[in-house]
Nanobody, 122 residues
């Protein structure tokens, strides 16, 4: 059974940085499509970034140049490095896998973590 556990969220000021982690168990990370999603209060969950098994990445336009998705196969862990954070990045962040297609479409992913909260405010 695939299991995902996110961590690394917190409260930061605008312009700050955070690195989210997602520890994966039950499947080898190397060949999995992995995604990061987020959900702000009162809004629908949106795709942030994906990482395909051949190292292809996609990002939603609002985070391009600021966020980086990566993985450490030896630790079976997915990361999201977030720089130059903005108040509009405030949300619960989720990692996901078991996708039918490696895009930032929520319904394509079948297994989700419990989320980690990111709050950006001054």
């Amino acid at each position: 059974q695939v299991h995902l556990v996110e961590s690394g969220g917190g409260s930061v000021q605008p312009g700050g940085s955070l690195r989210l982690s997602c520890v994966v168990s039950g499947v080898t990370l190397g060949r999995q499509c992995m995604g990061w999603f987020r959900q702000a209060p009162g809004k629908e969950r949106e795709g942030v970034a994906t990482l395909a098994d051949v190292e292809r990445t996609t990002y939603v336009y609002t985070v391009k140049g600021r966020f980086t998705i990566s993985k450490d196969i030896s630790k079976n862990t997915l990361y999201l490095q977030m720089n130059n954070l903005k108040p509009e990045d405030t949300a619960m962040y989720f990692c996901a896998t078991e996708a039918v297609a490696c895009t930032t479409v929520e319904s394509y992913f079948g297994v989700w973590g419990q989320g980690t909260q990111v709050t950006v405010s001054s």
